[in-house]
């Protein structure tokens, strides 16, 4: 019984880790993207401490620490890059993406944002 749970198990996360891979996001080009316009305010590692963040308020989160990160729907992440803080009821202070960046260019920066709470 045991094994067979760890079975199922097993074969639930190489699902969802097949999910992630088939979605074909890239990392790589989700960090270059993050580097460009969202290190200056959520910092290099998503910690909400980019130099800009002196002088906002509220803040960012630290995006790195698994159980807020985990808290957040992938939609939620899509929605606040695209459409800004507002979409989301949150402040205006985190900037509306949608019309620099292309949905694949958002897909990517949420797979790039996921990668920095592991
Ligand atoms: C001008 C500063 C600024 C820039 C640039 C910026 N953000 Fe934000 N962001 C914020 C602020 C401030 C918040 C917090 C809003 C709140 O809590 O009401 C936020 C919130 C968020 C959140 C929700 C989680 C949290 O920290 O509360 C995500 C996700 C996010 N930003 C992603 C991005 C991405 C992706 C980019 C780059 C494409 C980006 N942001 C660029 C200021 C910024």
Redesign the pocket.
Known sequence: MKIALTALGLTLAAGILFQGLASGADVAKGKA??DQ??A???GPTGK?DGP?AAS?N????D?SDKTYARS?KDEF?VE??KNG?PAVK??P???A?GKT?KDDQIKD?VAY?RSLAK
């Open positions: 993207t993050y316009l969202c200056g305010c959520h909400g800009a906002l509220p803040k960012p989160r995006l957040l992440l606040i890059t803080g949150k402040s202070l985190m900037p993406m960046l920066l944002l």
